[in-house]
């Protein structure tokens, strides 16, 4: 068969790049959605068309965060919910289906830190950091899928990781525990990728580098701004920007033969220091 003649009918039907981003009559619920990079996530999926839950602690903030994307032209809603506890992961699951009717994208963004030297470090800091960084996203994913996306046979879970799950640290860094969990988050991601594929569900790890944040903030004044950025390939910090691109191709059709993955955007950190 001469090239000329080959079939074009199969190409009939291909979408535009647009189109392949397009998240129009889709749903999201993210969580530590109110502020930081879940905002900017939230924002990115809503802008990109997709009706848009958000979950953190504090109502105030989360009434803000709503009314800062409906701004943008997003198409918003809250739930306050502590994503540390069981029984409130639940009600968030539950509560996001009744608004949304179904869950197509699933963020887990809400995430701790705490630092102490290994020797010394709390276990009920432990405790907290593993509860919310690792134990409320299983918990989350299980209620959803189980919920929403399993039965429909379709779904996308983006888990928000860091490079600190891809190395340790040296010097004034002391964050045993948070390395840790986003270490088990990242594998997690693969594991659940694995198994939950043949149900059309895609599971995949964002991996910032630094950003500035309230998380952030103390790192960011006990070493400097300059001093961080020189470790930088990039020689720059994250902004309001850098993970909407990554977290869109993972949340649209554009990305829908990625699964199993994990996205650094951290300016070239990982692919020099190894995290």
Same mark, same amino acid.
Request: glycine share 10%; charged share 25%; no cysteine.
């Given at each position: 068969m001469t090239a000329s003649a080959i079939p074009t009918t199969a190409h009939?039907?291909?979408?535009?790049?647009?189109?392949?981003?397009?998240?129009?009559?889709?749903?999201? +619920?993210?969580?530590?959605?109110?502020?930081? =990079?879940g905002?900017? /996530?939230?924002? #990115?999926?809503?802008?990109?068309?997709? &009706?848009?839950?958000?979950?953190?602690?504090?109502?105030?903030?989360?009434?803000?965060?709503?009314?800062?994307?409906?701004?943008?032209?997003?198409?918003?809603s809250w739930i306050a919910a502590d994503s540390s506890q069981p029984a409130?992961?639940?009600?968030?699951?539950?509560?996001?289906?009744?608004?949304?009717?179904?869950?197509?994208?699933?963020v887990n963004n809400a995430g701790a830190t705490w630092g102490a030297p290994a020797a010394d470090h709390p276990l009920d800091a432990w405790d907290k950091?593993?509860? +919310?960084?690792?134990?409320?996203?299983?918990? =989350?994913?299980?209620? /959803?899928?189980? #919920?929403?996306?399993?039965?429909?046979? &379709?779904?996308?879970i983006i888990n928000v990781a860091s490079i600190a799950g891809l190395a340790g640290n040296t010097g004034a860094m002391t964050s045993v525990a948070y390395n840790t969990s986003k270490a088990a988050v990242i594998n997690f991601t693969r594991a659940l990728a694995g198994e939950w594929g043949v149900h059309g569900i895609n599971v995949n790890a964002l991996a910032p580098g630094f950003f500035p944040s309230k998380m952030t903030a103390g790192l960011l004044a006990h070493v400097g701004v300059d001093t961080m950025r020189a470790h930088v390939p990039l020689r720059r910090l994250g902004d309001d920007e850098d993970l909407k691109g990554a977290a869109l191709l993972l949340a649209s059709d554009a990305g829908k033969h990625i699964t199993g993955q994990l996205i650094a955007v951290d300016g070239g950190v990982s692919a020099v220091h190894g995290g």
């Open positions: 009939a039907d291909r979408r535009s790049v647009q189109k392949l981003f397009d998240l129009s009559g889709r749903t999201a +619920l993210v969580t530590g959605g109110s502020r930081g =990079l905002l900017q /996530i939230a924002e #990115a999926l809503g802008e990109a068309g997709a &009706r848009v839950v958000i979950s953190a602690r504090k109502a105030s903030e989360l009434e803000a965060a709503v009314e800062a994307l409906k701004a943008r032209g997003v198409e918003a409130d992961v639940q009600r968030l699951a539950d509560a996001s289906l009744d608004m949304l009717g179904h869950v197509d994208i699933l950091v593993m509860n +919310l960084n690792v134990r409320a996203i299983f918990l =989350l994913s299980q209620a /959803i899928g189980k #919920a929403s996306m399993i039965p429909r046979q &379709r779904g996308r």
